[in-house]
């Protein structure tokens, strides 16, 4: 099999798996929709500033339980399955874009359902022709912390409590992705370039991308 064969094998795996699980369905949208409902009763915020309150809280949320999607593979990560890996010859760069793949169709899944919910939640004012930036956005953000927790399980592989540890990996490293996502919602709202915000989010997928793939195989001899 070509690289490209191994890793949509995978991802296709992947995602099986979780049409049998359903934890993103079930579990990881449920609570953030909640969470969504419970963000402005917590901070005791007036009905009248819930419509400007409604991008900052779609993307603290968004990134938040975004990061949980993109870790669930970590945690489902068993040694025999990398060990079954290994005998069938798989790259474990392939393994890596694989992963990162199916994970990403889940996030932005997952991100594109909570936005959904944010507007219906919040009915935030927006400039018209905002779905298309906004999209992209959601869409490089969630690629981000998909590439950000591959790398972060396939760092923490073999290790005791791998989840908590590659949690605490990707919460400062996703800052980037915060920024960028964030600020380009907003500078929808203020009409100004959206551009530096949209390169930052690409810069940082890119990067991630590249470390992946160049890591991924001295990160699985030194997890044996």
């Known amino acids: 099999m070509t690289f490209w064969d191994?890793?949509?094998?995978?991802?296709?795996?992947?995602?099986?798996?979780?049409?049998?699980?359903?934890?993103?369905?079930?579990?990881?949208?449920?609570?953030?929709?909640?969470?969504?409902?419970?963000?402005?009763?917590?901070?005791g915020v007036d009905l009248s500033a819930i419509t400007q309150?409604?991008?900052?809280?779609?993307?603290?949320?968004?990134?938040?339980?975004?990061?949980?999607?993109?870790?669930?593979?970590?945690?489902?990560?068993?040694?025999?399955?990398?060990?079954?890996?290994?005998?069938?010859?798989?790259?474990?760069?392939?393994?890596?874009?694989?992963r990162t793949m199916s994970g990403s169709v889940l996030t932005v899944g997952f991100m594109i359902a909570l936005?959904?919910?944010?507007?219906v939640l919040y009915s935030p004012r927006l400039p018209s022709g905002w779905p298309g930036p906004v999209i992209l956005a959601v869409l490089l953000t969630a690629v981000g912390l998909t590439e950000l927790g591959t790398l972060a399980g396939e760092v923490t592989a073999g290790l005791r409590s791998r989840t908590v540890l590659a949690s605490l990996i990707v919460a400062p490293l996703a800052i980037p992705l915060v920024?960028?996502?964030?600020?380009?919602?907003e500078?929808?709202?203020?009409?100004?370039?959206?551009?530096?915000?949209?390169l930052l989010l690409v810069a940082?997928?890119?990067?991630?991308?590249?470390?992946?793939?160049?890591?991924?195989?001295p990160l699985e001899e030194a997890s044996r």
């Open 179 to 185: 920024i960028g996502g964030s600020q380009t919602l």
């Open 53 to 98: 309150l409604g991008p900052a809280v779609f993307w603290a949320i968004g990134v938040l339980f975004g990061m949980q999607v993109a870790l669930r593979q970590a945690a489902d990560d068993r040694p025999e399955r990398r060990d079954l890996y290994a005998l069938l010859g798989v790259d474990p760069a392939a393994r890596f874009v694989g």
């Open 187 to 198: 500078s929808l709202i203020r009409d100004t370039s959206i551009l530096p915000w949209l």
């Open 6 to 43: 191994q890793a949509i094998e995978i991802s296709r795996v992947d995602l099986r798996v979780e049409r049998r699980m359903g934890d993103v369905l079930r579990i990881i949208l449920p609570f953030a929709i909640i969470a969504l409902l419970v963000f402005p009763l917590a901070l």
């Open 204 to 217: 940082t997928d890119l990067a991630l991308a590249v470390a992946g793939v160049a890591l991924a195989r």
């Open 115 to 119: 936005l959904v919910a944010t507007f």
